[in-house]
């Protein structure tokens, strides 16, 4: 059973930065896939950027493309995710997320086996 932690969530203006950060633990996490969600309030829980298990692919919403980036560190268990740019439409709960072993990285949530609690983006006009 592997347990997700985000962090780093925040109030930030446009423009600005922000690091999330999504600690692993009570299992490896380091041979799976991993992915950032976002929900806004009234609206679906959509993709935001995955990883593949050793770090070498990524991929990303078009919405964020050039802005973020996913990485891993996986000798600490931990995913992150450097948002740079940040518009008022980024604010949402941002989730982190991890499938099976060595599983392809996919943008549906019904796809991911593992979720953290949330962490709170606020991006101010």
């Known amino acids: 059973q592997v347990q997700l932690v985000e962090s780093g969530g925040g109030l930030v203006q446009a423009g600005g930065s922000l690091r999330l950060s999504c600690a692993a633990s009570g299992g490896t996490a380091n041979n799976r896939p991993m992915a950032w969600f976002r929900q806004a309030p009234g609206k679906e829980r959509e993709f935001v950027a995955g990883i593949n298990y050793s770090g070498s692919n990524t991929y990303y919403a078009d919405s964020v493309k050039g802005r973020f980036t996913i990485s891993r560190d996986n000798a600490k268990n931990t995913v992150y995710l450097q948002m740079n740019s940040l518009k008022p439409e980024d604010t949402a709960v941002y989730y982190c997320?991890?499938?099976?072993?060595?599983?392809?990285?996919?943008?549906?949530?019904?796809?991911?086996?593992?979720w953290g609690q949330g962490t709170q983006v606020t991006v101010s006009s």
């Open positions: 997320a991890a499938r099976g072993a060595y599983r392809t990285v996919l943008r549906i949530t019904q796809e991911y086996n593992y």
